[in-house]
């Protein structure tokens, strides 16, 4: 089977800095995406990561270690409106096709 | 625009009921996706679809079929729905890219059964 865990909760102040870690256990490891979900919204993407290391897209990176199945998301100058919640995801192959697995989410709280 | 679109917001349906939970995507994607989410306990997958008529069970199979008789629609059935069903759904879709393909989701049917 596969997992995924999260911390539940995160609570940072504006303009610091977060990390959201993410452990996995997969039966196929085709790399770790990251998907970022407002209250009452639909989830949406934000990175992947198919190799080790740290990929950054603006004020996000993303990280990745295979040999430790242990990933994270990176946030930095934290927003008001980075106040969501967020989900890591891996590609496991089920069959002939692309299985989507998501894990069990962060929830990150931004204060003034 | 990409768009996948669910037919309702919030329904709320009795037990015992069967319930049609209906999923459109307007990008030719082959994958499409239902997942359940409950707090705390992420996006869980129902049921997925490679192809026309072609699906696979997720984590969470159980009291749920699906349907996709045709490539922009994918359809969850609750068999008989019980009150364990409350739930939010969401749908996704996904071309056959590789694992990092993104995936494109649904606003989400908050179902209530009671």
């Known amino acids: 089977g596969q997992s995924l865990e999260q911390p539940s909760e995160v609570t940072a102040v504006e303009g610091a800095i977060v990390q959201i870690n993410c452990t996995y256990q997969?039966?196929?490891?085709?790399?770790l995406s990251w998907y970022q979900q407002h209250d009452g919204g639909a989830p949406t993407f934000l990175s992947y990561?198919?190799?080790?290391g740290l990929e950054e897209t603006g004020r996000f990176s993303s990280f990745l270690s295979r040999s430790d199945s242990y990933g994270y998301l990176l946030l930095q100058e934290l927003q008001m409106k980075d106040s969501a919640s967020y989900f890591c995801?891996?590609?496991?192959?089920?069959?002939?096709?692309?299985?989507?697995?998501f894990g069990t989410g962060t929830l990150l709280a931004v204060q003034p | 625009d990409v768009k996948v679109t669910q037919s309702s917001r919030y329904l709320v349906k009795r037990t015992g009921e069967k319930v049609f939970l209906e999923c459109v995507q307007d990008?030719?994607?082959?994958?499409m996706f239902w997942y359940r989410q409950d707090p705390g306990l992420g996006l869980r997958l129902i049921y997925f679809?490679?192809?026309?008529?072609?699906?696979e069970k997720g984590d969470i199979p159980e009291g749920y079929s699906v349907s996709r008789e045709k490539k922009e629609r994918f359809s969850l059935i609750l068999e008989s729905a019980s009150t364990n069903q409350t739930s939010m759904y969401l749908c996704?879709?996904?071309?056959?890219?590789?694992?990092?393909?993104?995936?494109?989701f649904g606003q989400g049917t908050r179902l209530t059964v009671v």
């Open positions: 996704a879709s996904s071309s056959l890219g590789g694992a990092g393909t993104e995936a494109f």
């Open positions: 997969t039966s196929g490891f085709y790399g």
């Open positions: 990561n198919a190799l080790d």
């Open positions: 995801a891996v590609r496991d192959r089920g069959g002939a096709t692309n299985k989507l697995i």
């Open positions: 990008m030719d994607h082959e994958n």
């Open positions: 679809s490679y192809d026309v008529k072609m699906k």
